[in-house]
């Protein structure tokens, strides 16, 4: 029998922090693009349409020694059932044996990463002098997002929220998100110094914003390219899947473009639209080829930038490794034979 | 947090009979072609070709309610470190939620269910009078898959184990082979009746068998079309994967072929050379749809007929969820919060 730590949800809850969770998907973008480190195919299911669906995202990570899944279902039903609408489970291998090594709740661990990834491409994409982000969505992506940027790029000075899609209670749902953006800051000690504010006109809110980030379930365009002024960063992260689509498919032509997984991205991320109706038909590289430096990224303060984040499971496994490495040391969660 | 059951590598082997997994595999096979049952895409990494590498299976069982998959690893180099070379370990969750409900140690359940599968082929498209069976290769999958046939076929009467590709120490290796099979039939409180010899001349063994499984992982065949009698069934389970062969591709343009999965069976099954070489074009069905008497399987008894079985999830799916029950009722295993 095999010996397996067990991380439970609150577990995960009292090891994570936002900090580390850059450094972790940073690591996990170099690996991707420094090692033999893949991406394995996404698996989608759909139950019910925009109701109950779930992903089995996979993938192995050389330099941790290291290969895993996890398997993230989507479940509105679940609401009225007083049940998480996120169940997201992360079953961990060691690469030299194919042993498994770690059952962790990666709820958290998702949520945490993909705002790490959507600060991780503004930070090495956007203008060094951005002083204005925009978030589109307000929920989980959209915290994330904010508590990621505001520790990523400490220069920023104004978020603003909009929500496009519905507008009702968004004083209060931006009162709240800002809160909990403080709750996240709270765990690396760090207080918010931006102004975060709602606003109810998206065309202002874009022409204002040095970077935007797209954090909603969207599939529908729901910012014009002529609204973008020159310069703009856009970090794209509302769910990979078909049919996703939150920015103007024309904004491509005329932009500096890095994905995530470039396979994953053409099939199921923001570009997908502007390949499939052949606005453009190649990319300029993935991020981790940036971090790298084996790609220059922004050539000037006009050009506009496109981090299309998909996410990828490799930006899992790295957080849930440091979190299990912090696991040991400081004698959380359980472990189990199996 | 979500309460899960975990099942562990002494747990499953405490719980699991053949009689069990028989069952637990048709229903599976039942469902996938009568309900909104689904295998989903095969995932195969490899490591180190024939060395090391990795399968990650599956899909849903609307019947029971479950969705899961499992990763299981195969690594040579785990010999020389005294691990096991197999590593299976499967995850289940409920289809209406999409919460976890098991973590499980399926490599027993691998090994029964496959053993289950080369059974239940032979039980729905052999020869009725079937007495002489053939089975090709020593290891795991011929183990179970001749315990499974005396189970399912109490008319056997001779089991002859061919090794071509490795003859050495046959003899011995058929000795220990009957042992483990009067073990797992132990379980069931059943006496080996029929005999098992090994046999070094594999084309007088075709010759005389109504039955032949094909149990290695081979990627070049091993039985000339030429052998084979009219009226012979076969199973062919040796490991999907890309290239693997162990019968004749011509042997397919004269039998009637049914696939466990259709799909799985032209990417990675025993039939993907016949339909690269165009030798077939289509094949007749899934043995799903025999056991539910949609299609007719076998016409006579001069028909050739094959059943192609890569193995799909849905078989542990099913014997997994059959051991979670009986677990539940025997307090065996644990439960973790996750």
């Not at 053409?266 to 991020?287: C, H, K, L, P, V």
């Not at 084996?294 to 299309?308: L, W, Y």
Request: net charge negative; glycine share 6%; charged share 25%.
């Amino acid at each position: 029998m095999t010996k397996i730590k067990v991380l439970n949800e609150n577990d995960v809850n009292s090891l994570i922090d936002m900090e580390l969770a850059i450094r972790a998907v940073e690591n996990a973008y170099r690996e991707k693009n420094s090692t033999n480190s893949h991406v394995w195919p996404l698996i989608f299911y759909e139950y019910e349409h925009n109701i109950f669906d779930l992903d089995i995202r996979s993938g192995n990570l050389d330099g941790y020694n290291s290969f895993g899944l996890k398997v993230i279902s989507y479940n509105e039903n679940n609401l009225k059932k007083n049940l998480p609408k996120v169940n997201a489970t992360g079953l961990i291998f060691n690469s030299i044996t194919g042993q498994p090594t770690a059952l962790v709740n990666v709820a958290s661990i998702t949520a945490f990463r993909t705002g790490a990834a959507a600060a991780i491409g503004a930070k090495y994409l956007a203008r060094k002098d951005s002083k204005n982000v925009l978030i589109v969505g307000c929920g989980n992506v959209a915290l994330h997002s904010i508590a990621a940027i505001l520790i990523a790029m400490p220069q920023i000075e104004n978020v603003i929220v909009c929500n496009p899609k519905n507008n009702t209670g968004l004083v209060e749902k931006v009162k709240k998100l800002k809160s909990d953006v403080q709750s996240i800051l709270d765990l690396s000690n760090k207080t918010i110094k931006a102004t975060i504010i709602s606003s109810e006109n998206i065309e202002e809110s874009v022409k204002e914003s040095d970077i935007i980030i797209t954090a909603t379930p969207s599939e529908k365009s729901m910012i014009k390219v002529d609204w973008v002024k020159e310069g703009t960063h856009f970090s794209c992260m509302g769910g990979g899947m078909p049919n996703k689509q939150e920015i103007d498919s024309e904004t491509f032509k005329k932009a500096i473009i890095f994905a995530d997984d470039t396979k994953q991205c053409i099939e199921n991320g923001e570009m997908q639209t502007a390949f499939r109706n052949s606005i453009i038909s190649s990319i300029d590289g993935e991020i981790g080829e940036v971090i790298l430096n084996q790609k220059k990224g922004r050539t000037s303060d006009k050009d506009i930038t496109i981090f299309d984040s998909t996410g990828i499971f490799l930006q899992d496994l790295a957080l849930a490794i440091e979190l299990i490495e912090k696991a040991k040391l400081e004698n959380i969660g359980i472990d189990i034979e199996i």
